[in-house]
């Protein structure tokens, strides 16, 4: 049956990642005779935003939902619009409004990348961050008062609700409870963050009495984010706030090497809209537009979006060829970040050959 | 002139590493001629709460509000008291109540202490994370709504004042113009967290003009977080909120080898209230009553302490002395977490004799 995907591949690297990670999608396509359809969207850019003074179109939303996916790049560009800008106007607009309320992101140390950590191989890092996706810290709430003068204040709310809290929860202790090691480790800061957090911790207290299964504990956030760094390998799934889970699914792929590999889906459990999947990287400015960013976040997220779409065959497929051309060392594909010398198209096309001759 | 210092031990391991912490100052004091007198002050402790109810007797704050410095070991025994009551019934009353709105966190890698990043030696590491200590994400404001319902809501907000955010910013600007490379990293999320750290940001730039001297530049937290490890080096001031200076001093810390030397200042630069000085590192429950937990967090605190009180030359000594001992890799007098087999004390009285014999 056909798939249709959406593509956007926005700003920066993300327009030329995504490409290569298409390339990649349609070479295991072919290969398992999966139909995959591509639409094409220049929305949620920074050239849209100057052509019209938005992000997104009005209708953006009807535009979207009706596709089993969204292959999304990456979007911001702060010389022509501010980040908090460009991203309430694109990617925390989709997440919220389609409700992908999991932000699932692996961290593996993979085969043939260098952990700045010394002492660990391929195979000992292995965990997933489950990121609550649409409320918390990420609010929409609050304001400015006395403006201009020194009596100057912000506010900014965080907000949980049951239903936000205990649905990211459920999802991350049946992924636990899914992996051989069933343990899981939930982030707080119930020690400072004294009523938001301390009530993270009495639903995570509740759900796990349906995981008995499952061996929990928690961490506050910061001698958290220092065991990622001292104990990399004593987790397996952690659980966090909008917030924390985007500390800690940053830090957890510089602890394994590299965030240019990590890839992360948005995901709507439910399936009621498109879930989201993009690479963990932003836009990169920095090294925009020289054809040198590494394209194995964008193809891994394609790996989870085939996931997603049942086509777990496929989506094994391209796990396997981004760990052999990992692990070939081959200099003259490899891009900068990863030692080697080749680009973006060079590391794509040979993922994508290594699945047609696998 | 005579310096009188409160002696505030609290909880698990602070019962341990203060004494350590007091032996090296009186050995620094005696040697340099500086008469420091100590009050010993059992309160903040859940001893003390077991016993009241309160963690704070009624008068605590003019009990403490004449001393001249706060020797403050660790406060928290979840067993006892929930973390948020003792927190907030203690420290973080006290960083509030006197003021104290900076915190400074030294990160340095050490002689003789094995970092977990491969690559970086003594010397390499050298910043320091300047936190914002009495506003922003930790605020008492907020609340529950629809409680035991599946309509359950909880809120709480974040707090920044023109006045918090600039004076912390001072602090900092001015910290990094007297170091060598004059280069400040302000931690931000103004891409997700809209209202209040664009604003941060905002005070950021006003605060730069002033100090056309100083380089500067701003990270989200997520990757600031991915370059600690992958380019820490890169770092001299860091200035962040309350809530990220938190994060980046416990990971900071960990980069550079172990929790466990790390110190605090809290400070209040006017001098009208008592400046608190403490570890990083908690009471650390699992390892409490063993004697095995390291007092170098505590000493070097002590070492802070003495500078702040005008006593550079002895504070310089302290700083000597803990490299001096690391140095030696005595395995009969180093802690555990350092690779030896000594205790607290071996390791406190060993770094006291150095100073005298230094
Ligand atoms: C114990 C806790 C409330 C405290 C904080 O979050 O400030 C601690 O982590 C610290 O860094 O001093
Ligand atoms: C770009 C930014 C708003 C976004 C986030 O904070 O969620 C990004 O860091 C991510 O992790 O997807």
Not at 157 to 162: A, D, G, L, N, Y
Not at 324 to 329: A, C, F, K, T, Y
Request: aromatic share 10%; glycine share 10%.
């Amino acid at each position: 049956s056909q798939k249709s995907i959406a593509a956007i591949p926005g700003d920066g690297i993300g327009q030329e990642v995504v490409p290569e990670g298409r390339r990649v999608l349609q070479a295991v396509s072919q290969k398992h005779g999966i139909d995959l359809e591509f639409a094409d969207f220049d929305f949620a850019s920074a050239d849209y935003y100057q052509a019209h003074g938005t992000m997104l179109p009005e209708d953006w939303f009807d535009s979207l939902r009706g596709f089993d996916a969204i292959f999304f790049g990456a979007v911001g560009w702060p010389d022509v619009v501010p980040d908090h800008v460009s991203l309430w106007g694109s990617l925390l607009q989709f997440r919220r409004s389609f409700d992908q309320y999991i932000n699932l992101r692996p961290c593996r140390l993979l085969p043939g990348v260098k952990s700045p950590l010394s002492g660990y191989g391929p195979g000992d890092v292995d965990f997933y961050v489950v990121r609550e996706n649409t409320e918390g810290e990420y609010s929409s709430i609050g304001g400015k008062m006395f403006e201009g003068t020194d009596r100057e204040i912000v506010v900014q709310e965080t907000v949980m609700t049951r239903t936000g809290v205990d649905r990211v929860l459920k999802f991350a202790f049946d992924l636990a409870r899914s992996r051989p090691n069933q343990h899981l480790t939930s982030a707080t800061k119930s020690n400072g963050i004294s009523i938001t957090m301390p009530y993270w911790d009495e639903r995570v207290k509740v759900m796990s009495e349906g995981y008995p299964d499952v061996v929990w504990d928690q961490f506050h956030i910061d001698i958290l984010t220092a065991n990622f760094v001292l104990k990399p390998n004593n987790f397996d799934v952690v659980v966090a706030s909008n917030l924390f889970g985007d500390i800690l699914s940053d830090l957890g792929p510089a602890c394994t090497g590299t965030i240019g590999v990590a890839p992360s889906a948005n995901i709507n459990p439910e399936g009621s809209f498109p879930s989201l999947f993009e690479p963990v990287h932003g836009s990169a400015p920095d090294i925009a537009g020289q054809g040198i960013a590494n394209p194995i976040g964008q193809i891994w997220s394609g790996a989870m979006m085939l996931d997603h779409l049942g086509e777990t065959g496929a989506s094994t497929d391209v796990l396997e060829a981004i760990e052999s051309v990992l692990s070939s060392g081959d200099a003259s594909v490899l891009t900068p970040d990863l030692g080697g010398r080749g680009t973006t198209s060079s590391l794509g096309e040979a993922i994508a050959s290594t699945i047609v001759s696998q």
